[in-house]
């Protein structure tokens, strides 16, 4: 879609600018709750510029996504819901308008989180799978918000602090490959390290 590359564009022109970290800071708070680009462009973009302030723009972004995950939260727990158990006005809009979020994908959430509970917010805060979809799902299914809050700080910190060691260490070379191969890279990291956990849990 033009809009989303134009968006795209929009958001990686502030790494230009002297308002860099403040951008990234509300682009990672706004994509846990409703805009749909990742800010890990913006993150590459500014440690490339800055290695110096790699593990600053990481934290950035990881106290924002946080943020902005207790809001999707708040918006699925105390606005989802119309009378009758019913969508509201606010749920329809974002099932019209926000990408990957559908009534299809809400429910199918649902059983995602009865059968894997804390871990299906850890992989969604890690992986590319859009982030806002559980983030309001885990409030307007009323998951418990304290193993919510735990799953977005280890998951999204895993993911931002992972792309900015990267760029630290490797600069520029390893740009392309990041944005050519991270979904691939960031779901054969969860898979190890869920399964590292599973192999815990069911031998010892």
Not at 8 to 18: I, S
Not at 28 to 49: K, N, Q, Y
Request: net charge neutral.
């Amino acid at each position: 879609m033009k809009w989303l590359r134009k968006t795209y564009d929009w958001m990686l022109h502030w790494a230009e600018t002297p308002y860099g970290p403040i951008a990234l800071f509300i682009l990672a708070f706004a994509e846990a709750s409703f805009f749909p680009i990742p800010p890990d462009a913006l993150l590459i973009a500014l440690v490339l510029g800055a290695r110096s302030k790699a593990f600053k723009f990481a934290a950035n972004s990881t106290i924002a996504s946080v943020l902005g995950a207790l809001l999707g939260y708040a918006i699925g727990h105390y606005m989802w819901w119309g009378t009758s158990n019913e969508f509201s006005g606010l749920a329809i809009f974002f099932f019209d308008n926000i990408p990957g979020f559908t009534h299809d994908v809400f429910y199918r959430v649902k059983n995602l989180y009865e059968e894997w509970d804390f871990w299906i917010v850890f992989t969604a805060g890690f992986t590319p799978i859009p982030y806002k979809v559980f983030t309001i799902s885990s409030g307007a299914f009323e998951i418990s918000l304290i193993p919510f809050v735990i799953a977005s700080i280890i998951s999204r910190a895993g993911r931002f602090f992972l792309v900015a060691f990267l760029i630290w260490k490797f600069g520029e070379q390893i740009k392309g490959f990041i944005d050519k191969y991270f979904n691939w890279l960031a779901i054969g990291f969860t898979v190890l390290l869920v399964g590292g956990f599973a192999v815990i849990k069911y031998v010892f």
